[in-house]
């Protein structure tokens, strides 16, 4: 018999719901929020009711009993580092995604709601490979300034997903394979899997590797020093530059990249040269990532929204088709890797880990 999940992923102004028996997907929704809804809430965490309310409204609005669910799974939020997996919403770490000690997110909201609705009804609830995954090594943690240490911020969700079904698609376990994955969205993270543990990665969010539509990506650090110090600029202004205003943001005037490549297309020249710089850019951190592997990659996969375009995809193939082939999957479905993270548990696959 199908075992039937109900998954939740909050986003600041949306909540995203699935349904699943198994690996098929019996609803895909998205809630959405207002600006003025959400802002009556002073923390995220007292936005819980209003989401619950939701969300328990549309599944009856959809005629699906909220009895029927074997497993609640939530996205994963702002956590302690931790290795990859599927984690059992313990007390624990259900009173640090309340509290918040490691940032405020809408993705706190998962756990939260996951554990609150499975208790009401009586069903385990998990988070999967929240982006604060960390499995680097010793070495990768290193950043050439005590004060500063190299951490591992990416999107683990995705990239792991893509991992394990290129691994499922060739009949092998993903934890006997090499790969580079790179995941290409509104921020960008190439990661080096080595047996099933991600042990170096370009931070997606914090100022490391390629710029993306809307993320500086790695800058020269003198440079940004004059900056910070010379423009008058405050720090949230700065730090805005880095996330959200930066990549093609910055250099087009905007984050969408399918405007990009109908730029570029249409003979825009700097649109042109950014889309070019932006294929450069990843193009060297997975040489790097390579380098991390010592050479042995079985295979480089290119995931994310950005994989769809063609253009892109293929310069980065042509590029680096010398180091190990590669397969692309387009796109990112946050909702079928949260489900298949909960059934390799509830199918015992996989043992749920404690956080």
């Given at each position: 018999?199908?075992?039937?999940?109900?998954?939740?992923?909050?986003?600041?102004?949306?909540?995203?719901?699935?349904?699943?028996?198994?690996?098929?997907?019996?609803?895909?929704?998205?809630?959405?929020?207002?600006?003025?809804?959400?802002?009556?809430?002073?923390?995220?965490?007292?936005?819980?009711?209003?989401?619950?309310k939701?969300?328990?409204d549309?599944?009856?609005?959809?005629?699906?009993?909220?009895?029927s669910?074997?497993?609640?799974?939530?996205?994963?939020?702002?956590?302690?580092?931790?290795?990859?997996?599927?984690?059992?919403?313990?007390?624990?770490?259900?009173?640090?995604?309340?509290?918040?000690?490691?940032?405020?997110?809408?993705?706190?909201?998962?756990?939260?709601?996951?554990?609150?609705?499975?208790?009401?009804?009586?069903?385990?609830?998990?988070?999967?490979?929240?982006?604060?995954?960390?499995?680097l090594?010793?070495?990768?943690?290193?950043?050439?300034?005590?004060?500063?240490?190299?951490?591992?911020?990416?999107?683990?969700?995705?990239?792991?997903?893509?991992?394990?079904?290129?691994?499922?698609?060739?009949?092998?376990?993903?934890?006997d394979?090499?790969?580079?994955?790179?995941?290409?969205?509104?921020?960008?993270?190439?990661?080096?899997?080595?047996?099933?543990?991600?042990?170096?990665?370009?931070?997606?969010?914090?100022?490391?590797?390629?710029?993306?539509?809307?993320?500086?990506?790695?800058?020269?650090?003198?440079?940004?020093?004059?900056?910070c110090?010379?423009?008058?600029?405050?720090?949230?202004?700065?730090?805005?530059?880095?996330?959200g205003?930066?990549?093609?943001?910055?250099?087009?005037?905007?984050?969408?990249?399918r405007?990009?490549g109908k730029?570029?297309?249409?003979?825009?020249?700097?649109?042109?040269?950014?889309?070019?710089?932006?294929?450069?850019?990843?193009?060297?951190?997975?040489?790097?990532q390579?380098?991390?592997?010592?050479?042995?990659?079985?295979?480089?996969?290119?995931?994310?929204?950005?994989?769809?375009?063609k253009y892109?995809?293929?310069?980065?193939?042509r590029?680096?088709?010398?180091?190990?082939?590669?397969?692309?999957?387009?796109?990112?479905?946050?909702?079928?890797?949260?489900?298949?993270?909960?059934?390799?548990?509830?199918?015992?696959?996989?043992?749920?880990?404690?956080?």
């Amino acid at each position: 018999m199908a075992i039937r999940s109900l998954i939740i992923n909050p986003g600041s102004t949306s909540t995203k719901i699935g349904v699943f028996d198994d690996e098929q997907q019996v609803l895909d929704k998205t809630l959405r929020h207002t600006t003025e809804e959400i802002a009556q809430f002073p923390t995220i965490y007292s936005q819980k009711d209003f989401r619950k309310k939701i969300i328990l409204d549309a599944l009856k609005d959809e005629n699906i009993d909220i009895k029927s669910f074997d497993v609640i799974v939530g996205r994963g939020g702002l956590l302690k580092p931790i290795p990859g997996g599927t984690y059992a919403v313990t007390d624990a770490l259900l009173k640090d995604l309340e509290n918040a000690p490691q940032g405020e997110h809408a993705s706190n909201l998962g756990g939260i709601l996951a554990r609150e609705i499975g208790d009401g009804i009586g069903v385990k609830s998990f988070i999967v490979d929240p982006v604060v995954v960390d499995e680097l090594i010793p070495v990768a943690r290193i950043s050439g300034i005590p004060q500063i240490e190299r951490v591992s911020i990416f999107h683990a969700l995705n990239q792991k997903a893509m991992a394990r079904r290129y691994a499922k698609e060739v009949g092998k376990k993903y934890t006997d394979l090499n790969l580079i994955v790179v995941h290409m969205g509104g921020g960008v993270s190439v990661g080096a899997h080595r047996e099933g543990q991600v042990i170096d990665v370009f931070n997606a969010l914090d100022g490391d590797g390629a710029f993306s539509p809307e993320r500086s990506g790695g800058l020269p650090a003198g440079a940004l020093v004059k900056l910070c110090f010379e423009s008058g600029l405050t720090e949230k202004e700065v730090r805005k530059l880095l996330v959200g205003a930066g990549g093609f943001n910055a250099y087009l005037g905007t984050n969408d990249a399918r405007e990009v490549g109908k730029l570029a297309e249409g003979g825009d020249k700097k649109a042109a040269l950014v889309r070019d710089a932006f294929v450069f850019q990843l193009v060297k951190n997975i040489g790097a990532q390579a380098a991390v592997l010592e050479g042995k990659v079985d295979q480089i996969i290119l995931t994310g929204g950005i994989a769809y375009d063609k253009y892109v995809t293929s310069e980065i193939a042509r590029k680096v088709s010398f180091i190990a082939p590669v397969t692309v999957y387009a796109g990112e479905d946050e909702l079928l890797a949260l489900a298949q993270g909960a059934l390799r548990v509830m199918n015992g696959e996989e043992e749920a880990k404690l956080y």
